[in-house]
């Protein structure tokens, strides 16, 4: 599929096949696919708790309000949003200064500039740390959505299930937010699509305030 295909055919679908797995092999590309999200600083403070098994998949949705695609979906991702994901000392930010380094975009030297800068941007107060935790998964979640449907999947992208129960239930640390739970797997032909949703046009979505 082309881009534009890909965005208007994307759908959050209700019924998944339960019969027709993903394969691994599928799987790991749509993440890796996703992975080229962009990120601030490069810092991609995001994780995946993977479900396939049909008894972790009825522990999650038991937490979700027993919507029945949690366990129909072949698989169902716990989307983490990792709010510690700019501090000093965490192995990404790390790797990510050292492979600047590597690739001549900075210097050694520029090491406590760039920690200072994480800081100063995503770290000063909680409400920097939430937003750069869950702007960050959300580009990558929406990354995801779309490298399902690139390859011929559909996904559905879920709010609907309690955050604390679900960090519990699954020994999710507490530098996590778990913006969002999304179901991946293919529609389910014996169920009728219903119509695509209406959008907002240009002139409702440009604003200007002046």
């Known amino acids: 599929m ?30 890796e696919t996703a992975a080229k999200a962009p990120s601030s600083f490069n810092l991609q403070p995001w994780n995946l708790i993977v479900l396939k098994e049909p008894q972790e998949k009825m522990r999650l949705q038991k937490l979700a309000w027993d919507q029945p695609k949690v366990s129909q979906a072949p698989i169902v991702l716990i989307v983490l949003a990792d709010r510690n994901g700019w501090q000093p000392g965490h192995p990404i930010v790390e790797k990510n200064f050292n492979e600047m380094v590597t690739s001549g975009t900075m210097t050694a030297e520029q090491h406590q500039w760039f920690l200072d ?11 920097k740390r939430q937003a750069f935790a869950n702007k960050n998964a959300g580009f990558f979640a929406m990354a995801l ?66």
């Open 145 to 210: 959505m779309l490298a399902a449907k690139s390859l011929g999947l559909d996904s559905h992208p879920m709010d609907g299930f309690d955050h604390d129960d679900v960090r519990r239930e699954f020994n999710i640390p507490d530098n996590y937010w778990i913006p969002l739970l999304l179901a991946v797997g293919y529609f389910s032909k014996d169920k009728t699509l219903l119509p695509a949703k209406w959008r907002k046009a240009y002139d409702e979505i440009v604003v200007n305030f002046n």
């Open 117 to 127: 800068a994480c800081r100063n941007l995503y770290g000063t107060d909680e409400k």
């Open 2 to 31: 082309d881009f534009k295909e890909v965005i208007n055919n994307r759908r959050a679908v209700n019924f998944f096949d339960p019969q027709k797995p993903v394969s691994d092999k599928i799987l790991k590309e749509i993440i």
